[in-house]
Nanobody, 124 residues
């Protein structure tokens, strides 16, 4: 069982930055691939970024590549999403997710555990 708690969301102007954190419970955090997804009003949840259990491999959605960075600190059971050059279209509820995979899942159906989400609002 893994419990996830996101934090760090808020209101920011376009061009600004935010860092989201996702704290995980459980002793096996270091063996889980971690992902970030987002869901805007009226839209389906979409993949943002993911990181392998070692932290050595990452993958990003094209829409955030070059602006967002996912990292993890296994000693702190935490995964981060550094978001820069934010755009109004980045506005959404951001969710972190965990899966006991050796790969880097990018689909919602591949993740077993989910957090409650944190709101990110980017004003123009």
């Amino acid at each position: 069982q893994v419990r996830l708690l996101e934090s760090g969301g808020g209101l920011v102007q376009a061009g600004g930055s935010l860092r989201l954190s996702c704290a995980a419970s459980g002793r096996t955090f270091s063996s889980y691939a971690m992902g970030w997804f987002r869901q805007a009003p009226g839209k389906e949840r979409e993949f943002v970024a993911a990181i392998s259990w070692t932290g050595g491999n990452t993958v990003y959605a094209d829409s955030v590549k070059g602006r967002f960075t996912i990292t993890r600190d296994n000693a702190k059971n935490t995964v981060y999403l550094q978001m820069s050059s934010l755009k109004p279209e980045d506005t959404a509820v951001y969710y972190c997710a965990a899966d006991s995979s050796f790969g880097i899942p990018t689909m919602t159906s591949e993740y077993r555990y989910w957090g409650q989400g944190t709101q990110v609002t980017v004003s123009s």
